[in-house]
């Protein structure tokens, strides 16, 4: 049947022989007769294609070895159109990695090589692009690879809506779970999947998951009680007994898979490749997921613990009233079952060993016999599991489902993905495998619908040139199976339901109904419990014995009032549909064929809304073997899952069709100068421009009626073709928009930067301006200061010659004055003792003339001569230098004179003063301006007539002239100085504010206020400072007071002496008040000395002029610089703190400004 040429290459063929290698690698030699049989081999089957229809062996054995080269180099993916051949490698490819998804990630199927992925793109953007549903069939045999395809899908549909979300997990998750409880290991596949599956994703307007559905078709529940060899019970019973932890196996009684009859009956416990503890963990953690409880966990875990314990029940046969009976034995597992369901042990019991039958009203009891018993505990097990997997499939759903809003804006699509059992052809094949196989049926019935049936419909509706194709069509079959009156479902269901209904009257009423049916097989003879249907993929025999029982699914009321006493919540939660029920009503339940039929019904429904893509899975060995091809059993799966029609007519149908207004709309972008369809006359001969300027006039196209129809690649061509137009349009935008935004965003920044530089340049030429300004302004001032200072200089130099001078000249004078005193007291002397000696002499000469007057007279009268010779000559010389000495005198009298009356000329002082300082700006004259002169200068002041009394000042008296000293002025730099001694935070910087508090530290108050005051006189000597506004004509005289009057006054010798005297007492008592007594004379007399009265100080603070409202010794009217001298020297004099002292450690008052301090004046203003 399944015979077809294989490839092969020839080696040699000149020696009459041909020798020819084959694909399975044997070499032949075949005779020139033989020739016939050896058919060149089409150039696309050398290598094989990726697609099937562009064979050019367009037969099985093109097919067959075209997959089967492409196996062997690993590529198990190939097309056939857009139906995807997937041959199972047994083997982990390195092509499910997420490079590959980003590789098959908004592909067209074609532009890559074949691959799952781009099946599951083209589901994807096709379910975005059309915003229509889509479903992926996914078929083959048993361990063809259609659970593996499911999940790539899956994993890659998850990935690509790229939210990895909860949900997501929660759909990825629900695998695992479903896989434990539904899957088991068969001779054929170590994982099948011993159910049907419908899994329906459900994605956002924005292409996210949002949430899915899982429906389930058909669990095979008898492998729960039953395996064949080799075979192993669903996988969640040994991962169970492997994962559990001692202490829960404890609890519930649990031993080793090998200890339960239900496990073992494959003689197989274990499965290669499979690790049952890891698996055990996995579920478990996928449950948390799906949010399963604990509670929930733990009672699935009992439900199946009670499962193996009521496997191991023995019995055995009674005979009662000789009736066959039997009886379960008494057993630990029997009370651990009983425990475990939370039933009485003794109502187990009896519900496996009797029955109880209600008729006419009346109960009856009737005994099993071992046979029954074992059949009424298995169906009690496979009611309990069949009905535990149902609740945890909507344990599932409830999870990961959310019914879309009733909103009927929102816009929710789906993919869906059917993972289904595929055609089974057994040696005895039961109910279940007419169930699948008619599952099939259906499936084969929507794939042939909607390649064949639709497409050639639609062809002869359009008009279109087209070779018909003859192809298998299984709707006869479907139509007795399920459709027609009387079909088989129907009559078996009707015999289900008739009591007395067994499987012998079941055939016959089949026979007598299909026998003319020539799908239809009736058995041979009437003996023969077995009948034949021709599907559409074989005929397969089915063994009627048992069919009823399986498909009334149903449990006796004796179990069900079992599971109504139980206190198991858990169980009678998954019974609550049987417990809801009456016994009548579950007479009438649905059977399974009736609900398999019904929701298969609903998926057929489904898939027909959906855009349908076809995945074929193809197993390459029964050995589950990599790299091992058996060509029989590959060719019966392409046949029997249609391929080879499909393949031919894809081949020669057009499987892309468009209307033209989709056409233009779509592809109008490829050719310039087409209108949308809207605007479009005539929209034919639109379409027909674009195809012909993109796939050529030559190309295989057809232009229907209202459609066009297209090839494959003629798709993948256009669709390209559209990308690379599209992504030119969207560049050109993307380039205009940014161009657009970007030069708008560059003006502004532009104009911002402009505005930012105008700000800037303006601001910093402000500043650079007010700087140069203020350099200039400091450097006249030091420039005016050192030309001031130099004049001041010159004066000063000029004041101390004249000074020197006129000291000289009063020494010289006193001098003279002296001298002549001492020459004249010497000359008194000299004549007094002359007198007296001529007195003396005299009295001599006149005794010794009154006693010689007689003899010696003559002698006594020369003595006296001689006595007054001596007094000449004593006396003439004095004389002489006496007038010598005045005659000297006379011209430096003169001169003296000449001096004098150079004093006496009325030059005022105060001029003087004004001149030197004159450059400070005069204060005008203001009373009091002339002041007296200062200590040292009053001798230029003195009256000429006074002249004399100047001759006559004691030497004493006389200043010396003052000896210059040549200082170490390095200990005073300014800023040095300042740092060391200057109070607060006072800096060495000039300033031209007056100062709150003095620059050095002064323990005495008056000190203090002195040398605040003296700094804001001199600041108005400098000009720094206005003189006081306010003026206050106070007539008291005082303004005629000298200045140094008025220091005296305060502080002068006179007062202070006198002051002193007065608390001479005090301080003699107690030495350490000396300052107290001090402060209060310096206050006593300030007080007394301020001026200002209140409203003038009101005044002064309402011209906002500045004042120094502790100062009283301040003058408050404007003052001469004389006296602003006087007042500055005077303090200086008078206070010896306020003087520059010797003493390093004390600081005092200095006038002198170094002239580095200029020069740092000067450099810091430029
Ligand atoms: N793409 C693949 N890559 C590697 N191994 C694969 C692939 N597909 C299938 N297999 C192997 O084949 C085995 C059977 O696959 P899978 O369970 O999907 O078959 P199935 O068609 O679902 O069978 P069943 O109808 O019995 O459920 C897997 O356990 C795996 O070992
Ligand atoms: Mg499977």
Redo the contacts with the bound molecule.
Sequence with gaps: EFDVPLGAVVKLCNSGQIHVLDDEGNEHWLSSLNATNIKPMHPTSVHGVADMICLGDLNEAGILRNLLIRYREHL?YTYTGSILV?V??????PIYTADHIRLYTRKKVGEMPPHIFAIADNCYFSMRRSAKDQCCVIS??????????TK?ILQFLASISGQHSWIEKQVLEATPILEAFG?AK?I??????RFGKYIDIHFNIRGAIEGARIEQYLLEKSRVCRQTQDERNYHIFYCMLQGMSPDMKKKLYLGNAVDYDYLTMGNCVVCDGRDDLKEYSNILSAMKVLMFTDTESWEISKLLAAILHIGNLRFEARMHDNMDACMVLCSVNLTTAAALLEVDPEEVMSCLTSRTLVTRGETVSTLLNVEQGLDVRDAFIKGIYGRLFVWIVDKINAAIYKPPPSDCKYMQTSIGLL?I??FENFVINSFEQLCINFANENLQQFFVHHVFKLEQEEYNLEGIRWQHIEFTDNQDALDMIAIKPMNIISLIDEESRFPKGTDVTMLNKLNSQHKLNPIYIPPKHSRETVFGIQHFAGTVYYETAGFLEKNRDGLHGDIIQLIYTSSNKFIKQIFQTDLAMGAETRKRSPTLSGQFKRSLDLLMKTLGACQPFFVR?IKPNEF?KPMLFERVLCIRQLCYSGMMETIRIRHTGYPIRYTFAEFVDRYRVLVPDVKPAFKQGNMKVACQCILETIVGRGEDWQMGKTKIFLKDHHDVRLEMERDTAITCKVILIQKAVRGLRDRSRFLQIRDSVILIQKIWKGHHCRKNYRTMQMGFLRLQAVYRSRKVYRSYSAARRSIMVLQAWSRGLLVRQAFRHRLRAVITVQAHARGMLTRRLCQRLKTEEKERLLLAEDVWWPREAVVVQQAWEDDEQLTGPCAMQEEEAREEACPKKGVLLQGKSVQQDPVSDSDVVDEVFGFLGSNGTFPGQEGQAPTGFEDLERDPGKAEQVEEVDMARVLPLPVAEEEDLSEYKFAKFAATYFQGSATPCHTRRPLKLPLLLHEDEGDQMAALAIWITILRFMGDLPEPKIHTVVSDGSEKIPVMTKIYETLGKRTYKHELKALQGAEEVNGHRRNTARHKLVSLTLKRKSKITVEVRANTVKHGLPTAPENSMLEERPTSNLEKLHFIIGNGILRPALRPSKDKSRPGFCFYQPLEYYDSLYSSSQ
């Design positions: 198990i997937a199972n490698p047994y083997q982990l490819l083959g045999e048993s361990g063809a690879g259609k659970t593996e395809s790539l899957n068969t054929r596949n170590d994982n099948s999947s993972d059992f595929g899975c589950k």
